[in-house]
């Protein structure tokens, strides 16, 4: 793999450096308040959100292809921690940080394993729709998982909504009107300066406002609930907890993190890559470079994030030139766990589900469910059975349903794809689609068809019964003609439907003419012997010429049978 950072090199000067300095500050600024956040959310204590950014933001920008993007932990990962982990331990104990860690460090092994494999194209098999649908349902458990702590309840997280909101209803007396205060001023805050100027470290301000509230007007008498003390210095080499029974437990929700936290910061990366001239993006380098930055970060007490498309596009949007700029993000965080953390003793729980809360307003896409509505049922379907699954059965279980909708939408349209029934554009030698075009010529007794894709298993009968459908209704049919232009290749399945068809459709009298064979096809024709049952004489290099044939060859017939009557009489 690339060492990317020293190609990014050649770029480096006094601008581009005072620019990056001035970006990993401005993204370190952000991943202090976001990552404390993130560790609770996570069911992790709050440092462990410092060290999660910490490694990543060194190792990723020497092998990453971007120069944006910022890597570290976020809700959706973070939330994909708790859901997994808590089944076999509970949240904040030293088992549950151990499993936590070695999801970690098994997502980025999986990751490296796919790079290795050359296994990018994964990517692909995860529809927009499917994803959209997937993040939508997380914010609003997210988002449910916080109302607890913003109200100063004490109540079991769990990743089901309809719980966790019976849970706040029957306690809704017990509220703490503080805490309730504190965060919902909070919140009010950070959507405000984020409306005003994206730049302004709202979330950073409301924590430091906050903590300064607690602390002087002693709000910790009232209830109200604080982080406590936070470790200083910076994380500690460790190894995970790597057992075989351990890596059997972590194994579904690290590959779900893998794949998910591969897809959503590819996504990122080639975002913010088109906003700067299309610098190229390499995806099994991404691969690499984020399984390289999430196994060693296991090892310094890191557990799974991705990248971040906040603090990316910040990052991007301050200026920075290289990926320099998080290594120096990295370097400011570092200062700040070896000297700054017992200033968040103070810091309310109820603000820090503020930042969580801000932040996951915007992974709920309702714009682009209304644009799917309009634009394409099938992919607005697909959302929402998404979105429904992720919310009723959790996000565990609904990044694995999102996957498999994914793939059955592809054998779907795979096995259902395109085709047009095709006429005469009048007075031309083009021909179209009869659904949408009127007054074209159409010869009663030929049936001219375009199937807009290549022939395999999962289509084959979908192509054949099309072709026998179509000649059912018009029983006058005389010739059969395929427009075999889209077609570029034939499976054993396709060859053998094809066979038949031209087989049955002699039998019935109806003559079987192709046009517009690719090289490879012809080739696939030889091999498989189809010459023998379609000759040449009814291949043709277009439907024009397939069409002049056919009605040389019906005058001949008609002169035929024309003589014979003569003769006979």
Known sequence: MEIAIIDQLKLVDKVTVRKDIFAGLTVAVMLIPQGLAYSLLAGMPPIYGLYAGFIPLLIYPIFGSSRHMSVGPVALTSILVFSGISAYAQPGTELFIQLALLTAFVAGGLQLIFSALKMGFLVNFLSMPVISGFTSAAAIIIAAGQLKYLFGLEIERTDNVILTIYELLAKITDVNPFDVLLGGVSL???????????????????????????????????????????????????????????????????????????????????????????????????????GIAQSLSAFFQGFPGMGSFTRSAVNDEVGAQTGFASIFAAVFIGLIMLFFTKFFFFLP?????????????????????????????????????????????????????????????????????HYAFLGRIQGTSTYRNIKRFSDLD????????????????????????????????????????????????????????????????????????????????????????????????????????????????????????????????
């Open 349 to 417: 729980n109820s603000i820090l589900a503020a930042v969580v809360l801000s932040a996951v307003f915007g992974l709920i896409e309702i714009k682009n469910s209304i644009r799917l509505f309009k634009l394409d049922r099938r992919d607005f379907y697909s959302l929402i059975a998404t979105f429904l699954l992720t919310l009723v059965l959790g996000v565990q279980i609904g990044v694995f349903a999102g996957i498999g909708l994914s793939i059955l939408l592809i054998i779907y349209k795979a096995a259902h794809p």
């Open 188 to 290: 009010a805050f950070i959507m405000f300066i984020k409306s005003v100027n994206r730049f302004i470290p709202g979330a950073l301000i409301a924590v430091i406002l906050g903590t300064l509230a607690t602390y002087f007007f002693h709000l910790t008498d009232e209830a109200v609930e604080v982080v406590g003390k936070v470790p200083e210095g910076l994380p500690s080499f460790a190894v995970p907890a790597i057992t075989v029974e351990n890596i059997f437990d972590v194994f579904p929700t690290a590959l779900s993190i893998s794949l998910i936290s591969f897809i959503g910061s590819l996504a990122i990366a080639k975002t913010i890559s088109a906003r700067n001239n299309h610098y190229p993006i390499n995806a099994n380098q991404e691969l690499f470079a984020l």
């Open 442 to 569: 159409i010869h009663d007794n030929s049936i001219i068809l375009r199937y807009d894709s290549d022939l395999f298993f999962a289509n084959a009968k979908h192509f054949y019964d099309t072709v026998i459908d179509a000649i059912r209704t018009r029983p006058q049919v005389k010739v059969f003609i395929l427009d075999a232009s889209s077609i570029a290749h034939l499976d054993s399945t396709a060859i053998h439907y094809m066979e038949l068809l031209i087989t049955e459709l002699k039998q019935a009298g109806i003559a079987f003419y192709v046009s517009g064979l690719k090289g490879p096809v012809r080739d696939i024709f030889h091999k498989a012997g189809i010459n023998q049952k379609l000759p040449f004489q009814h291949q043709f290099l277009n439907i024009e010429d397939a069409m002049k044939y056919f009605e040389k060859e019906e005058a001949e017939q008609e002169k035929k049978i024309y003589v014979q009557q003569r003769n006979i009489e």
